[in-house]
């Protein structure tokens, strides 16, 4: 329970740094669309990675990568919102989209 808790509190604390960042730089993070935590996100590497990443592998969404839009929803603790940009990218992700629906439905999240 308190590894849970605490679990929740850097999610919440890290997407709380991730809206003041954007907040911060309106103009750059060009916010916008259905508000939630993807759009945040996107608009969040919009200041963080504004220029395209040449070579990636596993491809892009919205022109920026796929693992970081992830992760990035992962770490604001927005697992709906990950699996939105894993829908997204599906034919480039391979067998991802099984694994990660797996892990978003098991109890300890392992």
Known sequence: ELVRQALQYLEQSYKNYTLMTVFGNLHQAQLGGVPGTYQLVRSFLNIKLPV???????????????????????????????????????????????????????????
Request: with cysteine; glycine share 8%.
């Open 52 to 110: 395209s990443v040449p070579g990636l592998q596993d491809g892009e969404v919205e022109g920026h990568p796929v693992w970081a839009i992830i992760y990035y929803c992962m770490r604001c603790g927005d697992l709906m919102a990950a699996m939105q940009v894993v829908n997204l990218a599906e034919h480039q992700l391979g067998d991802f989209k099984t694994w990660f629906h797996e892990y978003m439905h098991s109890k300890d999240k392992r």
